[in-house]
């Protein structure tokens, strides 16, 4: 009899014990590495050369790789079952505070792939590049012109990179005015991100940290007893790491430019404020803008990002290798340190080998014209907007460790899942069974247990709704004890917990083919 | 606006909420004094047509590589990416996935990390790599402060043919940490007496192959001349490639090995973004810097991957990181792998073996034109022709005529005036007979 079409019975086994031959359910198809599905067979069609001398001068390889040879069928198949095992933002919410995970535009892309962008060379003549050199000043002036700077940095491959940047310009001042060896210190409020600490170190510089006041902020007291004649610059994030704008930050400026330092803003969360607060306003002196963050470029497991540096008048002169400059009606670059001396620079160097991210460039300006400076507005009006309703819904079951409003993300503590049994990472798993990223976790250190939730601009009302409902619901379940849907979640994912001690204390980095078989006896 | 999900009646809705009166309420702790009350000044909103006009006629204005007879390289490399690499790296669960710090629904990204890692050790001969950087030359300044860390020494000698942009990352980065770097003057044939430099101050030698003018070279005296002093020899390449021909850095006593990527499933993007390769030998592998995946298994026992050995990174150990890296090249390194995976053995090695005929089979045509000198005994795909005429004009000339010749070398060794005639040129796999035949005829035609 035809059953087509019709419910039928979940079974003897229920749907937890059906066990399968393969190992897969449905379609969550298990996938073996891509070196333990070799068959020898090759992916491209590529014509072996007629015989010639190599010019080698007998340094030609001898042993094989050991890359394994798939079709190109087999090639497909195991990435697509790959990226079904991703949570992505096309995919669903994700929370993840200080990251920014929005809408990518597929628009971006498109022009991103343009052969006029994409296949352009780095090092053929500018004149045959001029679109390109001409895209990247289109970057450049939004950048100045959305943060009150006169100058920008635009070659930083990524917003660390950007950071390092920032403060090499500040060193170079520094060293300018015959101050590079006394001023040694630099000081990061203990809500930074761990780059900024790390940036400063990487510079020789000693890492000074102040305290947060208890509503979130930087203490200015605190601060100001820090500032004297070896301090370099302040390393500040505004809004900063709690989803806070730094109320005081003018008076924190000032105080630095009083005793001679400079204000390195990490730009993270411009996003927030985009539109509406020009930096430049604020005294900063050098500020990284994540491309990837503020003007989305999908984040790709990770990367590649931005970071485009945005600097005052004071450390505009100093900005590193190549600028951009106009000779004759044409674009060109000022590759090397005379170049930029006939334009009144003293740049401080190179930072990477080409001029930056150009792919990133082209996706940003595809979004900075499409929004507009009106919708650019608009997003971070939404971006706040939508962190405060999850604030303001989610407050009284959840806990929140500071008053007021926020800025783009809310910041929770675990204060409600105190007694509980539920710790944070419990909570944030089980949110992976309801079919959400979890957001980002003991992070800032400044609050225990923390969860920073940024639902960014792209999120419907609706959307935003059922995640606060089921935040609710996951909050109210831990505070009725109901430790069991926590403790082993979760319990629907592709995998279950996974064992991250035996990783660190075992590391196996690399696959290697398993042992010859032993020869029979 | 279309990417903007919120309706203004929502909007109200979610204000009354949160019990403010208007979105200004919310914006209360930014000083009145750095409140912008209108628009800053430039363009409003623009459709999707508009803006592919405009952009499409920016990048209309540049010649891109596909479309001419193109020999440029010089650290960047046009090559034919698979249909298929281009379409995977846009499926959105890659594409608009983070950084997989929930393991649990992060394995698609977790495992290609893992058989990332995996190509790059086996390619260069190395135990271990780590999950990609954000191009070949933040990595060689990356290797070089690890070799510091390592040795705990604080001289770097570069090879006088190491890429110039990657000599002054790493001169850059080295100042400014407070380290010493012996630059070496360039040197095209290959031959420098590197280890003369070599004392014992000297945490590392710096040494691309195939160097920047192309030369091939066994680096085993440089390596024994290294180990020999307690110094670590880091071996950069800027043509990935190579590796399917040429004896890899780990048989020649490499301890780090840093290279580009970008060769192998990404596009030239004018320079970015690009992906670094870092591999070392296991000893040193908790001073590498980046990210690092590493497999385990799940509650189950079934094998998965994790981001491993954070311990070493920014995020926990803050100042005391090994770097301050935090994005890497994810997406560019997946394009690596999945065009590593199409190529597999066979592909892989057929694919250097054209790139090392074609670029055999143009320079003995260019030798030919009367006047033009090839000054790189040994190659691979790039070699450095010596013209009678200046490198500038002629690359210029012969730009006009529709071919792209090369890389002017003084162009990135400005000051240098006896590499004033000096043309770096690159073959691959998309050179055809043709383009040679226009190469030959276009050069002939500017140097009479």
Redesign the interface.
């Known amino acids: 009899m035809n059953k087509q079409g019709r419910p039928t019975g979940v079974g003897e086994l229920g749907e937890a014990g059906r066990k399968t031959f393969t190992g897969n359910r449905g379609l969550a198809q298990e996938e073996l590495l891509i070196f333990e599905r070799d068959s020898g067979a090759c992916g491209v069609d590529l014509d072996e050369p007629d015989a010639f001398e190599d010019r080698l001068g007998g340094n030609r390889r001898k042993n094989s790789i050991g890359l394994p040879g798939l079709s190109e069928p087999d090639v497909m198949r195991h990435y697509v079952r790959l990226s079904q095992k991703n949570y992505a933002i096309d995919a669903g919410l994700y929370p993840l505070g200080s990251c920014t995970m929005k809408h990518n535009p597929r628009l971006n892309e498109k022009i991103a792939r343009l052969p006029g962008f994409a296949d352009v060379h780095p090092l053929q003549p500018t004149k045959t590049a001029q679109g390109a050199l001409e895209l990247i000043e289109l970057v450049a002036h939004w950048l100045k012109v959305l943060t009150g700077m006169p100058a920008v940095a635009m070659s930083p491959k990524a917003g660390a990179h950007g950071e390092l940047c920032g403060m090499m310009a500040i060193h170079a001042a520094l060293e300018a005015r015959g101050e590079g060896k006394t001023r040694t210190r630099v000081l990061v409020p203990e809500s930074a991100h761990g780059t900024n600490p790390a940036t400063a170190a990487l510079l020789g510089y000693t890492v000074d940290s102040i305290p947060a006041t208890k509503d979130g902020r930087v203490d200015v007291e605190a601060f100001k007893a820090k500032l004297g004649p070896d301090v370099a610059a302040i390393m500040l994030t505004n809004p900063n790491t709690c989803g806070l704008f730094e109320k005081d930050i003018k008076e924190i400026a000032d105080a630095l430019h009083d005793v001679g330092g400079y204000f390195y803003c990490d730009g993270a969360n411009f996003n927030a404020i985009v539109g509406r607060v020009r930096p430049g306003d604020l005294g900063v002196d050098a500020m990284h803008i994540n491309l990837h963050k503020t003007f989305s470029t999908p984040h790709g497991g990770g990367g590649p990002g931005a970071g485009p540096v945005v600097l005052s008048e004071a450390l505009a002169p100093f900005a590193p290798l190549p600028w951009v400059i106009e000779r004759n009606g044409r674009l060109k670059f000022a590759d090397v340190a005379e170049q930029v001396e006939e334009v009144g620079g003293s740049t401080f160097g190179r930072m990477t080998a080409f001029h930056g991210q150009m792919g990133m460039f082209v996706r940003a300006a595809a979004y900075m014209l499409s929004h507009g400076s009106d919708g650019l507005r608009q997003a971070a009006e939404d971006a706040v907007l939508s962190a405060n309703y999850v604030l303001a819904s989610l407050k009284d079951t959840m806990s929140a460790p500071f008053e007021g409003p926020c800025m783009h993300e809310a910041l929770f503590d675990d204060a409600f899942l105190k007694d509980t049994g539920v710790e944070t990472l419990d909570f944030a798993k089980a949110m992976i069974d309801e079919g959400y990223h979890p957001m980002t976790m003991y992070f800032p250190l400044v609050v225990h247990g923390a969860m920073l939730v940024e639902p960014t601009e792209s999120e419907s009302k609706a959307s935003l709704d059922l995640f606060i409902a089921t935040l609710a619901d996951l909050a109210e379940s831990a505070k009725r004890g109901e430790t069991d849907r926590f403790a082993g979640a979760p319990y629907l994912a592709p995998m279950r917990r996974l064992d991250e001690t035996q990783a660190a204390r075992k590391p196996v980095l690399t696959w290697s083919p398993p042992a010859p078989a032993q020869a029979a006896e | 606006?279309r990417?903007?999900?919120?309706?203004e009646p929502?909007?109200q809705?979610?204000?009354a909420?949160?019990?403010?009166g208007s979105?200004d309420?919310?914006?209360?702790?930014?000083?009145d004094?750095?409140?912008?009350g209108g628009?800053?000044?430039?363009?409003?909103?623009?459709?999707?047509l508009?803006?592919?006009r405009?952009?499409?006629?920016?990048?209309?204005?540049?010649?891109?590589?596909?479309?001419v007879p193109?020999f440029?390289?010089?650290?960047?490399y046009?090559h034919h990416v698979?249909a298929?690499v281009?379409h995977?790296?846009?499926?959105?669960?890659?594409?608009?996935?983070?950084?997989?710090?929930?393991?649990?629904?992060?394995?698609?990204?977790l495992?290609?990390?893992?058989?990332f890692?995996?190509?790059v050790?086996?390619?260069t001969g190395m135990?271990?790599?780590n999950a990609?950087m954000?191009?070949?030359?933040?990595a060689c300044g990356e290797a070089v402060?690890m070799a510091h860390r390592v040795t705990r020494k604080k001289k770097a000698v570069l090879s006088g043919s190491l890429?110039p942009?990657?000599r002054?990352?790493v001169?850059?980065l080295s100042?400014?940490?407070?380290y010493e770097v012996d630059p070496g003057a360039p040197v095209l044939d290959g031959t420098e007496d590197i280890i003369a430099r070599i004392d014992d101050e000297t945490s590392c030698v710096v040494v691309q192959n195939p160097d920047f003018f192309g030369?091939?070279?066994?680096l085993r005296a440089i390596a024994d001349a290294a180990h020999a002093k307690k110094a670590l020899l880091i071996v950069a390449f800027t043509e990935v490639v190579s590796?399917?021909?040429?004896?890899?850095p780990g048989?020649m006593g490499a301890d780090i090995v840093v290279g580009?990527g970008q060769s192998i499933g990404n596009?030239?993007?004018?320079?970015?973004?690009y992906?670094g390769l870092f591999a070392a030998k296991q000893k040193y592998?908790r001073q590498m810097p980046g990210?690092?995946?590493?497999?385990?298994?799940?509650?189950?026992g079934?094998r998965?991957?994790?981001l491993?050995?954070?311990?070493r990174?920014?995020?926990?150990?803050?100042?005391?990181?090994t770097?301050?890296?935090?994005?890497?090249?994810?997406?560019?390194c997946?394009a690596f792998?999945?065009h590593?995976?199409?190529?597999?053995?066979?592909?892989?090695?057929?694919?250097a073996?054209?790139n090392?005929?074609?670029a055999?089979?143009l320079?003995d045509q260019l030798e030919d034109v009367g006047g033009v000198e090839i000054v790189t005994?040994?190659?691979?795909n790039e070699f450095t022709i010596r013209t009678p005429k200046n490198a500038r004009d002629l690359?210029?000339e012969m730009?006009d005529k529709g071919v792209?010749a090369g890389?002017r070398v003084s162009?990135?060794w400005?000051?240098e005036d006896s590499l004033d005639d000096l043309v770096a040129v690159a073959s691959t796999?998309v050179n055809t007979e043709a383009d040679r035949a226009a190469f030959v005829a276009v050069l002939k035609e500017v140097l009479s």
């Open positions: 606006m990417y903007l999900p919120l309706t929502d909007r809705a979610m204000l909420r949160i019990g403010a979105i309420d919310l914006f209360v702790d930014v000083p004094e750095a409140r912008r628009l800053v000044d430039l363009p409003t909103r623009q459709g999707e508009e803006v592919e405009l952009l499409g006629a920016m990048a209309a204005k540049n010649t891109p590589a596909g479309s193109f440029v390289g010089g650290g960047a046009k698979p298929t281009d995977l790296i846009q499926r959105s669960e890659f594409l608009t996935a983070y950084t997989p710090y929930q393991p649990e629904i992060s394995q698609g990204t495992q290609y990390l893992f058989e890692q995996t190509q050790a086996m390619l135990d271990v790599a990609s954000y191009d070949g030359s933040t402060l890429h942009h990657y002054a990352v001169e850059n100042e400014f940490a407070g030369n091939v070279r066994d590796l399917g021909m040429v004896t890899p048989e580009e596009a030239l993007n004018f320079g970015g973004p992906v592998v990210r690092l995946c590493g497999e385990t298994v799940d509650a189950e079934k998965g991957f994790v491993t050995l954070s311990t990174e920014q995020h926990i150990r803050r100042e005391k990181a770097s301050n890296i935090c994005t890497n090249s994810g997406l560019c997946l792998t999945i590593m995976s199409l190529l597999g053995e066979e592909g892989f090695g057929r694919l073996r054209i090392h005929a074609n055999v089979k320079a005994p040994t190659f691979f690359i210029d730009a792209l890389v162009r990135l400005p000051g796999e």
